[in-house]
């Protein structure tokens, strides 16, 4: 006999499921000529089919909800180790860390004279990229953990982050100043976009998903008893050292890769847990799981949008993300239900 | 447990050193504790909660021990230790979407790991648990609809579900009326009755002197130790107080009475 | 030799030419881009994908124009590419639409995600940026072999440099070894010495006030501005107007003597986009410079 709650869980996990098959339906239709199966069709005849729906269309989609998946994975284990429903990944200095490490090694490259380096392309500094991308994310999270000194406090949590991204940034802001042509692709390279997002791009966002979801969803446990405050919880014989490092590395390498992938899309780690509790509220375990599945159903969402509605042209992701996730937060304060 | 063992006590306090800032929060405190209840009082900012915090292992100690079966806490593998001491803290903040009944089996946590999975024994204690404090009509709604009063009974079943041999309450009448206050007294005398160690702190005096025991902490000092129904601990009692109370008998009990002839 | 044997002689070399000049022509072309990467093409291009204004502007004046099937947002000379489908700009390029082009040639600046994701998707990319005049001869040499039309080119420079040297001689004299400060942005940013715009001032005759040590776009003090008390200021007209308002810059001379060259955002984008137009560039100051009094104070 299932409770309430589960038959609320099970309802939530099978219309995300329908709704994101349906979205990806629609995203190897929705192209250049706007939305519609008529043209999807057409296109299909096209001698050029494999190319524009198999290696454009098909991996954007995909790559837009993993990248998605992973924002939503951020928002929950941001939301339950800080204790707080406002917490953001970006807003931890995840993003403005993962940022200055791009710029850096932008900088140094183009300081060293090999001219500016995504020019040079390469797996080498793609890899470089990434990997700079997730280790400062690392650094931000840390930064303000540190800052906040174990985030009993609101307050102190949120201060705490927003003078990690403000020293970040001024931090990146320094380096730009002195190589100008690092400021160039950093703003390329963290512009919100799920429009470049290739089958390697895929497969590294399958693989930041696969690596950081398990350890989060195993420690979702540790979450619920944090719900207690943070005593009650070493009490119970957790150590809150060693889980919180382990969170934070989760966040940290999930929020690194997708922002490397596709730079910086508002809103989606912000509002996925939201949406959760809103429609099928639960411990952790499930919360973590069905934010990620939240999270790549609107930015699947939101991308489809930002190619259909002024086809040929684009709306940046990001302005849809913030629309969607920033209209919906609006009506929960209306309706006060802020936990 | 050896002969040697059972000599020792199952819970002290060796000289406790702890400084909160510039305020030296507990000065050379010592004490042991047995089964049964007792009770910790004194005037506000004596040092109660941090002395309750010190001996479930929270708080950080500049010097001194607390010793569990003659070992010092910080030997004891943290979870061997959440299973022997149970702890409730003064104001819980609680957060998230949990239903009661979550929060409770969240008691069982040091027994059975963060990855091991509860089993028909663990279900039976919480139910257990949520009998007694009263809270288990409630199991399916959510922590954060209930009163004051509502929660502070789900949060003392969670206390309970640990199933510790230890049982360090801060203030756990906190939000509750009177009818409950009276339940809970009831439960600490069978828990202490069964051979659990309840510590409590309690500024409520009249309830603190239905307890076994009583520690007297003033400025981070114990001032007095003794069993509640003894008059010479009542004297230092009121002493602490500063004559704002006296302590009279009535029937069986002794409970204190305000002193406005001051 | 006979006669004869001469002429199967002359016969049988000139067929080997004709071969090895053929065979020659079918070989693929390879240039070195911006990237420093020799990118093969093999045949003249015809279906062509434009990512910069000023390549928009190359690929034109040397004549194949009717080549171009896409360019990005902001290329707007010459009117006729403002028919051609739009491709969004450099950061957010719109990578299905160009596909669906089906260029066999995508020229771009360097820039972060779009470059990776055609050569990914198969596309040729050649990457070329021009910064200063050597850039853009540089430029106009390559896209002209590879488009096919080399002549072309050198007739394009040599109109560039006619029309500069009839800028230059229409410079008043008493404007030569005056100090010019161009601006670029509100910021203040200005174009220094070393920038292409510099290039172009210093060869009209005029000294900039930013120095190249400074770079060629410079965030600048206000006060160094007000301080070089410059003959010339050269912005957008909706700067000029405000820049009086600027704490100090009331003072300065060019200011209250009217030595302004303002130009709307049509004529300024012609001055800063380092392409074939730069000829007119130079024109169009020259004839701003020619219509304002004689500068008053000392050659400094």
């Not at chain 2, 950080?60 to 001491?85: F, M, Y």
């Not at chain 3, 199967?8 to 881009?33: F, N, T, Y």
Request: proline share 5%; charged share 20%; net charge positive.
């Amino acid at each position: 006999m299932r409770t309430p709650d589960q038959q609320r869980r099970g309802r939530l996990a099978w219309r995300l499921g329908a709704l994101t098959i349906v979205l990806l339906a629609a995203g190897l239709a929705a192209g250049s000529d706007g939305w519609s199966m008529l043209a999807l069709w057409d296109t299909l005849q096209r001698g050029d089919a494999a190319l524009i729906v198999g290696q454009i269309r098909a991996p954007r989609t995909l790559g837009a909800w993993l990248a998605g998946a992973l924002l939503g994975l951020s928002g929950a284990v941001a939301q339950g180790l800080f204790r707080n429903p406002l917490a953001d990944p970006y807003l931890l200095g995840s993003a403005s860390g993962a940022s200055l490490a791009v710029v850096l090694v932008l900088a140094a490259s183009s300081l060293t004279g090999h001219g500016i380096a995504l020019a040079t392309a390469g797996a080498v500094a793609r890899l470089g990229l990434v990997g700079a991308a997730f280790a400062g994310a690392l650094l931000g999270v840390s930064l303000t953990l540190v800052l906040a000194r174990g985030a009993e406090q609101t307050t102190r949590l949120l201060l705490a982050g927003v003078v990690v991204g403000v020293l970040l940034a001024a931090g990146s802001d320094l380096v730009t100043s002195a190589a100008p042509d690092a400021l160039r692709g950093k703003q390329a390279f963290m512009l919100g976009s799920t429009g470049f997002l290739s089958w390697s791009a895929c497969a590294v966002l399958a693989a930041g998903l696969l690596v950081a979801l398990p350890p989060a969803w195993r420690l979702a446990r540790a979450l619920d008893a944090l719900t207690l405050g943070e005593d009650a919880a070493r009490s119970l014989g957790l150590s809150l050292v060693h889980l919180r490092a382990a969170l934070v590395v989760a966040l940290a390498l999930a929020i690194g890769v997708a922002v490397s992938q596709t730079g910086l899309i508002a809103f989606v780690g912000l509002v996925s847990p939201h949406l959760v509790r809103r429609f099928a509220p639960a411990p952790h375990g499930y919360t973590l799981l069905a934010s990620a599945a939240t999270g790549g159903t609107l930015l699947l969402a939101a991308d489809v949008l930002a190619r259909s509605l002024i086809a040929p042209q684009e709306v940046p992701v990001g302005v849809l993300t913030a629309l969607l996730g920033g209209t919906y937060l609006l009506w929960l304060l209306h309706r006060r239900r802020i936990a | 447990m050896s002969a040697a063992q059972e000599a020792v006590a199952l819970l002290s306090a060796d000289s406790l050193g702890v400084s909160l800032g510039s305020t030296r929060a507990l000065d050379n405190v010592s004490a042991d504790f047995e089964p049964g209840w007792t009770a910790i009082v004194g005037p506000n900012g004596a040092g109660k909660s941090t002395l309750l915090r010190a001996l479930a292992g929270l708080q950080a100690l500049q010097s001194g021990n607390v010793r569990l079966h003659g070992k010092a806490l910080r030997e004891w593998p943290d979870r061997e230790r959440a299973t022997r001491i149970a702890w409730l803290g003064q104001q819980a903040e609680t957060t998230g979407e949990l239903t009661v009944r979550e929060v409770v089996q969240l008691g069982r946590l040091p027994h059975h790991g963060l990855f091991g999975a509860p089993t028909a024994r663990d279900e039976a204690v919480v139910d257990a648990a949520m009998r007694d404090a009263e809270c288990l009509p409630w199991q399916t709604r959510r922590l954060h609809e209930l009163s004051g009063g509502e929660r502070q009974r789900v949060l003392i079943a969670r206390a309970l579900a640990v199933d510790a041999a230890i049982l360090l309450l801060d203030e756990p009448t906190t939000h509750l009326d009177p009818p409950h206050q009276i339940a809970l007294v009831h439960l600490l005398r069978r828990q202490a009755a069964a051979g659990v160690t309840v510590v409590s702190v309690l500024h409520d005096l009249g309830l603190a002197l239905l307890a076994d025991r009583l520690i007297v902490l003033d400025g981070g000092r114990v001032c007095a130790v003794g069993r509640s129904d003894e008059p010479p601990l009542h004297s230092r009692l009121i002493e602490v107080f500063g004559g704002a109370i006296r302590i009279e008998r009535v029937g069986a009990r002794w409970v204190p009475v305000a002193n406005l002839e001051r | 030799m006979t006669s004869s044997r001469r002429r199967w002689v002359r016969a049988i070399v000139s067929c080997v030419l004709a071969v090895s000049g053929g065979a020659a022509s079918a070989q693929p072309m390879v240039v070195r881009d911006d990237r420093g990467l020799d990118i093969a093409i093999a045949a003249s291009p015809q279906r062509i994908v434009s990512l910069l204004p000023s390549l928009t502007e190359s690929v034109c004046a040397v004549g194949a124009c009717a080549r171009l099937v896409g360019v990005d947002r902001f290329s707007n000379w010459p009117d006729s590419v403002r028919a051609l489908p739009k491709l969004g700009g450099i950061e957010d390029a719109l990578v299905e639409r160009v596909v669906a082009l089906k260029p066999d040639l995508v020229l771009a600046a360097p820039s972060a995600r779009a470059i990776e994701r055609f050569e990914g998707l198969g596309l040729k990319v050649l990457v070329l940026e021009s910064r200063n005049r050597a850039d853009v001869k540089r430029t106009l040499n390559i896209l002209a072999r590879v488009l096919g039309a080399a002549p072309q080119a050198a007739a394009v420079w040599s109109r560039i440099e006619r029309d500069e040297r009839l800028a230059v001689e229409r410079v008043p004299a008493h404007w030569r070894g005056r100090r010019v400060y161009f601006e670029v942005d509100a910021t203040p940013y200005a174009a220094g010495a070393g920038s292409f715009i510099g290039e172009t001032l210093a060869r009209l005759g005029l000294v900039n006030i930013v120095p190249n040590e400074l770079g060629p776009f410079p965030k600048l003090n206000p006060e160094f501005v007000v301080r070089a008390q410059p003959d010339l200021v050269i912005a957008h007209n909706a700067n000029l107007a405000e820049m009086p308002k600027r704490p100090g810059w009331a003072d300065l001379r060019a200011l209250r003597s009217g030595s302004i060259c303002g130009f709307e955002p049509a004529a300024y984008e012609l001055l800063i986009r380092p392409g074939p137009r730069m000829g007119e560039a130079a024109q169009s100051l020259a004839t701003c410079l020619a219509a304002l009094p004689a500068p008053g104070g000392a050659l400094r």
